[in-house]
């Protein structure tokens, strides 16, 4: 083969190596063979030309693959930054692609400071010792000035390098990361930099073009998400701001129509003829506060609940301006004083102890509820006023002995004040002490208006004719309001419930009775119904009820008994004849002591504990005495029955 074939044959050998991209060995390995083969001088230039030129094309392939690599990582990393992220996902996200597009030690980004001032990092990976997050980067810190400029800068090796003005501070940091080599592109908004994304080594390094144009478009990817961010985080500010805003205002709805449902109901309660205690007791739940009223003496007309540690003298100053103002004031412990004024005329004060503190509208809303007070006090009084007479007549005609009307005139005079007297009804009856008659009957006319009773004065004591079942409660109410208003004590009694009109007659007697005997047995200020006297409040009724009597106090044995064939009842009618021994008892009973024990103690479960004692234990006598006589006349009767069946 002639020299120009074998040329021409080592070339196509080497684009042949060229097109199936063969590694840079084959090439130089093909190269050695032929030298080898060809000792001419001219021949072997040209084949180390040949090889040469293939190795630079292979190296342009090497280097187009690199960018081909680095654009799709570019591409992937732009895919990444599009997703939403919080700022400092996002800038880990960029820190960790720019570390693995070219190979860095260590990333880090910096930011200026909100306010214009420097620039502080804010995250980076990679760091061994003391490049912490926060860490001020100085002017000097190797490339300020070029970063201002919007250019890219680097430095094979930064301790060493004399363009770089350098500061201890800076210098020590990068000594203890061991950095050498740093390269540093700018991120920018619309030409101006308000960051720098980084990247070193710990050796020398010298950075290509490409290198530095890969990360400055990086930057400049990292540059745009990063706005996006701040404008993403802004606009959710904004609707958070928003959406508080939005939540505020459907508070402040929601309040405004709770107040507006308040003022409705307050004033249907005024227009409704509601009591003060009504009218206090929504004022309380509108205004979520402890409500006081009290009469210009300064007593307690009604309250929702206790106002504690209250100094009276301070209290008064307080009242005082409130009267002179016309207008709540505030008083100690977050308490409010609103004076019950009308026409220059005192009527009292509320006082409001508010579980929080109280808004404009809640404001607002204590002077209505002084108002509608106000208005509630003089609308009752108007009512004491003009219906008094009528109402205390009826009572009295009721109350005659013997009757000085029919029964259906009094029931039709009733009906007309709205008083149904077919329902039950008790009679109070008080007698205060130190003669406060005066005080107790101007009290006993509005709290019988409230309740749509009657009331009157007779014999020195106060007379309540009201509506309910329960004497004894109604006795403990009238007691606890008239008592706080009067500086004397008050002795209370009631009976009930009545039958009809033509029964409260009886009963006002044996409520005078009942006073009677609680004032002698307990003294003044003692309150008690009928019902509560045991036995004694038997004697003193006119209409005995002996089977109610024995059912309130032996029921439960009785019951027992009924149920379960037992014989407690004659045990403890035995063990009261044997002078309370059980050892007695139990020869009467023909059974073993461990046995009327047995029962007694069941009997304690019944009755509960203060059976044996004296008072309990007199009425558990007399009831078994009433039950065995009441068991020997039945018998009787029903014998008697028989006998006159047979004859």
């Not at 461990?594 to 103690?601: D, F, G, I, P, Y």
């Amino acid at each position: 083969m002639s020299d120009a074939a074998s040329l021409h044959t080592y070339a196509l050998s080497i684009l042949e190596l060229l097109a199936h991209e063969a590694p840079a060995d084959e090439i130089e390995n093909l190269l050695h063979a032929a030298l080898d083969a060809s000792p001419n001088p001219e021949q072997s230039a040209y084949l180390e030309r040949a090889s040469q030129l293939g190795l630079e094309v292979l190296a342009l392939f090497s280097q187009r693959q690199k960018r081909e690599a680095d654009m799709a990582a570019l591409i992937d990393t732009a895919r990444d930054l599009t997703y939403p992220h919080d700022l400092d996902s996002l800038l880990r996200v960029i820190i960790r692609q720019a570390r693995r597009l070219l190979g860095f030690d260590m990333t880090y980004i910096a930011l200026q400071d909100e306010n214009g001032g420097g620039w502080h990092i804010r995250m980076s990976e990679g760091e061994t010792a003391d490049l912490h997050i926060g860490l001020q980067v100085e002017p000097g810190y190797g490339f300020g000035h070029a970063l201002k400029r919007n250019a890219a800068f680097w430095t094979p090796d930064y301790l060493r390098d004399g363009r770089i003005q350098h500061t201890k501070r800076m210098d020590d940091v990068v000594r203890g990361e061991g950095q050498r080599a740093i390269l540093a592109v700018p991120l920018h908004r619309g030409g101006t930099p308000f960051g720098g994304l980084y990247g070193s080594d710990r050796a020398v390094r010298h950075f290509s073009p490409h290198e530095a144009g890969l990360l400055r478009i990086l930057a400049d990817l990292a540059a745009v998400a990063i706005d996006k961010s701040w404008v993403l985080d802004q606009a959710r500010a904004d609707v958070d701001d928003l959406e508080d805003d939005a939540h505020q205002a459907r508070l402040q709805v929601a309040r405004m129509r709770g107040l507006l449902e308040a003022e409705r109901r307050l004033i249907g309660l005024v227009l409704g003829s509601g009591d003060v205690s009504a009218v206090t007791v929504a004022a309380s739940d509108a205004l979520d506060s402890v409500l006081v009223v009290r009469d210009t003496s300064g007593q307690t007309i009604t309250a929702t609940g206790d106002i504690p540690d209250l100094d009276e003298r301070s209290v008064a100053r307080a009242l005082l301006d409130a009267q002179a103002g016309n207008c709540p004031v505030a008083a100690e412990n977050g308490v409010r004083i609103a004076p019950l004024q009308a026409s220059g005329e005192n009527l009292g004060s509320l006082f409001v102890h508010p579980h929080g503190a109280l808004t404009p509208e809640d404001e607002q809303l204590l002077q209505l509820v002084a108002q509608c007070l106000t208005i509630t006090m003089l609308l009752q009084r108007r009512a004491v006023v003009v219906g008094g007479p009528v109402r205390d007549e009826l009572l009295d005609d009721l109350l005659a002995d013997p009757p000085s009307h029919s029964q259906r005139h009094l029931v039709d005079r009733a009906a007309r004040l709205s008083i149904d007297l077919a329902e039950p009804h008790v009679v109070v009856v008080a007698r205060p002490v130190g003669g406060e008659q005066g005080r107790a009957g101007v009290w006993a006319a509005s709290y019988a208006h409230r309740l749509n009773g009657l009331k009157g004065v007779l014999s020195g004591c106060v007379v309540l004719l009201l509506s309910g079942n329960d004497a004894s409660d109604a006795a403990k109410r009238v007691s606890a309001e008239l008592s706080s208003l009067l500086s004397n004590p008050v002795t209370v009694a009631a009976a009930g419930p009545t039958r009809g009109a033509a029964d409260a007659g009886r009963v006002y007697r044996e409520a005078m009775r009942c006073l009677d005997v609680v004032t002698l047995l307990q003294g003044n200020g003692a309150t008690a119904a009928l019902d509560d006297l045991g036995f004694l409040g038997l004697l003193l009724s006119d209409d005995r009820d002996i089977d109610g009597f024995i059912d309130s106090i032996l029921g439960p044995v009785l019951a027992y008994d009924s149920e379960r064939l037992t014989g407690l009842a004659r045990t403890l009618q035995a063990y009261f004849e044997a002078d309370r021994s059980p050892t007695h008892a139990a020869d009467v009973l023909h059974v073993h002591p461990n046995t009327v024990s047995r029962r007694l103690e069941r009997i304690t479960e019944l009755l509960g504990p203060e059976w044996q004692k004296p008072q309990q234990a007199l009425e558990l006598q007399l009831a078994l005495r009433l039950q065995q006589s009441r068991s020997a006349l039945r018998t009787q009767g029903r014998t008697a029955s028989q006998s006159d069946g047979d004859l």
